[in-house]
């Protein structure tokens, strides 16, 4: 049968690509239908068996949610535009901020260090972009201080093409979770997706897949053969 999901396409095509791929090994029987759009899909609408979204979680009658996982956020740049430095968080607004995006508006930096906890004006931010992937493409060239998941930013940062801002100063984790429609039976197909989308994840795939670009298709154990519709 078709299995439809929804997923952000910077997550899917930095991260989550090579557990597509196992799932398509293991289920072959299953066509798989990816929607990388960055809206909020109609789930019960538009068909679609599952969901992977990030951020704060939406209350909607007929859907579940189920936490993933936390993904770390913190600041990176280039190391060109880190040769006057940043010594403070009040450092930030006097500098060029590219900031995450969300239903349009800019998503404020909220910094933690050991409980002190400080957030920083988007007002005067430089660019705002809803990817990223552009974000993380703008802060390599140069073109300020990005806000990036560690698990976007490390291979960069393994090769030096990054560099971690303050990095004592930690921001606002961002929850990934599964969204699917509320039944009291899920469907086996949709149910062996998000087994295997556990797996990879508790497996530290994902991590691996972002740190070092190995090809973890093949590396994924395949999960028992289930009966599908």
Do not use: C
Not at 49 to 60: H, K, Y
């Amino acid at each position: 049968g078709r299995l439809r999901v929804s997923a952000p396409a910077d997550l899917a095509a930095i991260s989550l690509a090579p557990m597509f791929a196992a799932f398509t090994r293991d289920f072959p029987e299953v066509q798989l239908d990816l929607d990388m759009s960055p809206r909020y899909v109609d789930m019960i609408g538009e068909s679609f068996d599952l969901a992977i979204r990030v951020g704060e979680a939406e209350a909607q009658q007929h859907l579940t949610t189920r936490h993933l996982i936390d993904l770390e956020i913190g600041l990176y740049a280039a190391p060109a535009y880190l040769a006057t430095p940043v010594m403070s968080p009040d450092d930030l607004p006097q500098r060029d901020m590219l900031m995450l995006m969300s239903d349009g508006s800019p998503v404020p930096w909220v910094m933690n260090r050991g409980g002190e906890v400080l957030t920083i004006d988007a007002k005067s931010r430089r660019i705002t972009a809803n990817s990223y992937y552009v974000l993380r493409r703008l802060a390599l060239l140069g073109a300020g201080i990005s806000s990036l998941p560690e698990i976007f930013a490390a291979d960069h940062r393994r090769s030096g093409a990054l560099i971690r801002v303050l990095p004592d100063w930690t921001l606002r984790p961002a929850s990934v979770r599964a969204v699917f429609p509320s039944r009291r039976l899920m469907p086996q197909k949709t149910r062996a997706f998000l087994d295997m989308l556990l797996v990879f994840l508790k497996q530290s795939h994902l991590h691996q897949a972002a740190d070092t670009g190995e090809d973890v298709y093949a590396s994924m154990p395949p999960v028992p053969p289930a009966q599908l519709p």
